[in-house]
DNA sequence: GTCAATAACTTAACCGGTTAAGTCATTGAG
DNA sequence: CTCAATGACTTAACCGGTTAAGTTATTGAC
């Protein structure tokens, strides 16, 4: 069904290079007679000709591609991060293929194996626990990519990622600051640095508020079944220490699940105490205004690694880049 | 750095021929000697080969890529859909490439273009209200499509669409049956056909239950600035018809922004009035969790379109597969 | 001992573009 | 009038695979 450019060539008698440097723009650079170049375009024009980007791409060696790998794409803050990335590859002349890797180690590595085969130019990837092994190969072929949201103090790769420590302890200062004194920390089990970081964010604002770390307010929950998981625990804290004053969520699926027990068990969050939250979603924002929010730069997020990997496209030799942007908290 | 079946070839001594058909699981068909078949995997193994899928795709004429088009990834329930679908086509041995058209006919055909230079096997599109003719010449060309959410009566496509009127019908009915009255319509100003069949499904609830349709209680928010003109809006019907007794939400972001005018002006929710939403999304179940839903086969939606896209690109000349999923309401 | 069948490969063309290196007729400077 | 420069193309190779159509050497049936 679609022209091809050997088509136009064999049509108008010409060769395909003549065809191949008109329709490529190139038509008066290399001397293309002006008649020779009307009949080129026009016919391209009525039999609508448009270029296979697989054979251009082929002999580039550029596919004008990027991969993006996130856990979820039905995770609201990869979907955003992912139409930033989008936003920002597209106004540089790149397309984003998308990969969940739903969290599961294999299926990751699968993916990135798969997107390498479709030849992408480089890979922006918000990785899993696991995944080491994978990225440690990539830097081996010195395959251009971009960590974002997490990354493996082990590896010099480039990463964008945000300052999780002091995100979370200014929120806790602040929470502090109206007086609170019973601050629970609610988190999960997942034993990414970023995680930590938030858990050292916390401990800190507490140390430097000459409050004790009390390990009973610290509720790992379970990362596979957090919605059952949280209510069990958070069942169990509240009998234990029913005068909590203050919460901070690690992240933002674990404030909406709370909220959402508070609100089933009709717990007056306003009052009785102090929320605070790595990352808003809709829903806190309406259900919970008065929370304090570490707010991550998602645009600047998307932004910055799409401008990371493509620099990084260009020159394979360049230095890594590792960005720790700034959090606003309010 | 990555290796190609030609540098294999060379390294061996060996034809191209004999390294493709060994590496691509064809050896003993191909009658090549266990030797040799041990040597070439061997090698590729020691050296990491893996093919290239441009090249593949080149002469194989597909990709095994499907493009997805959609107006915004941000947007939960299309970010739920993109997730469906990617899960199917990987279940099929597909990869899919997502486009946001950010609701601009003229990005939406842009990426449909682009999607086709890059020789995707196929689209799934959520088409915006003025792509009419993209998909015109994709019909033309045979381009295998199929239109999830949204239709277009006038073309003869494929699509996988819900039953949006008998969905806010029974929602609307549900409502009637608690003893309501003066049920407000909240819905936008586009002209989508979909859109059209909901206001048809209250209208027809009201028929039945011999309620005189009232303009004064449908709201039209403008799409573009629905944030503040919501806002507007419900504070101008609720001055005009203060004892409205339920409302129904054409979509969900309506619902939400609807709910946050609520529970910020500390409006009862729960005893004045009964609200129905067709599409929930984490923050209505949190906070209006009485709310009657329109629940749309999510999965379903994902699956199918994908099925049928699948059988589309085997079969050109299938003929058009129109699907109107059942939805739940409760 | 001959000849067809078969095992084990190779050659070359193709997919749809790009590009370095020709070719040939025309132009114009000396 | 000659020869180099230039205009206007063409040839052929290449990107990295696949595949139809050979090509040998060996086997074995008669």
Redesign the pocket.
Known sequence: MAI???DIAIALQ?????V??V??GRGDE????M??QEKIKEYARLHDYH??FL??S???GETNTVGLVIPSIADTFYAHIAREVELEAEKRGYTVTFCSSEANPERESKMIRMLKAKQVDGLIIAATEHTKEELEILLKESYPFVLIDRFFPGLQTNYVIVDNESGIRCLTEKIIAQGRKKIAYITTDTHLVVIRKRLDGYKNALTNAGIPFDPSLVVEVIRSEYEKDIIRKLNVLLNRIPDVDGFVFATHYLAEESLRYFYTNNINMTERMTLGCFHQTTSTSILAPQMIIVEQPVAMIGRQSVDILLQAIKNKQMPVVQQVLPVIVN
């Open positions: 091809s450019l050997k010409v060769s395909k290079t003549t191949s440097w329709l490529s290399k001397k293309i007679s008649a020779m270029p296979n054979a251009k082929l002999n580039s």
